[in-house]
């Protein structure tokens, strides 16, 4: 597909893990996109509006052409197979699958922990446990996992020394606001010297919510 004739929309919030991973594929994609930021915490992904565009009523959603996209993996594959430069992920089916094993210990095995609607889930049926009484130990099992699969693959980056998805997967899942508060992240210094690589390069620039539009 021709780059020149892209109208890209990324409906984001920033400091937020899943949106900030396709933001970070898109600038390493080099394509020029336009962030259109849903307020999580004024719920307006709940609104009639956004539930036209994400049903799930969650960030993010890829918007190419007027096509919509759901799913930071599925949108990451997406990115990947139609805009081939600057490979984000390597030439043989094994060490893709290894690749594509990362980024699923972060969507299964971390996300889904540190996100604030578990916790409200959860404290909705015990009232009396803090937030991260509830998440440590599953962000450890998730953290640990991953920090063995770059430990065994992993070079400057998250899978030998070319940046990958996995790579965007890692970065948001480490630097995320509130995660350092969840779990005691020097436990993992296979992920710590990745992440401070990554640090150096811009597309991984930390996202703010305070710097929202």
């Known amino acids: 597909m021709s780059t020149s004739r892209l109208a890209i929309r990324l409906y984001t919030y920033r400091g937020y893990s899943a949106p900030w991973r396709v933001s970070i594929m898109l600038k390493l994609k080099q394509l020029q996109f336009q962030p259109f930021f849903v307020n999580l915490p004024k719920a307006e992904q709940l609104s009639n509006m956004y539930s036209q565009i994400n049903p799930l009523q969650i960030v993010p959603t890829l918007e190419i052409n007027g096509q919509l996209l759901h799913e930071s ?7 990947e197979e139609e805009f081939p430069r600057n490979k984000l992920l390597p030439k043989s089916p094994l060490e893709k699958a290894i690749v594509r094993s990362m980024c699923e210990t972060v969507n299964s095995g971390i996300h889904p922990y540190h996100a604030s609607r578990f916790y409200k889930y959860v404290h909705n049926y015990v009232s009396d446990i803090n937030r991260q009484e509830i998440s440590e130990p ?8 991953l ?3 770059v430990e065994k693959h992993g070079g400057d980056y998250a899978f030998g020394n070319q940046v990958t998805i996995a790579d965007a997967f890692l970065y948001p899942a480490f630097r995320g606001d509130d995660v350092s508060y969840l779990v005691n992240l020097d436990k993992y210094p296979a992920l710590k010297k990745v992440v401070e690589n990554l640090d150096q390069l ?8 305070d710097s929202q539009g």
């Open 147 to 149: 920090n063995a699969l």
């Open 138 to 145: 599953f962000l450890e099992r998730g953290f640990t996992a």
């Open 202 to 209: 811009p597309e991984f620039a930390y996202e703010h919510p």
């Open 73 to 79: 993996m599925a949108i990451a594959e997406y990115l």
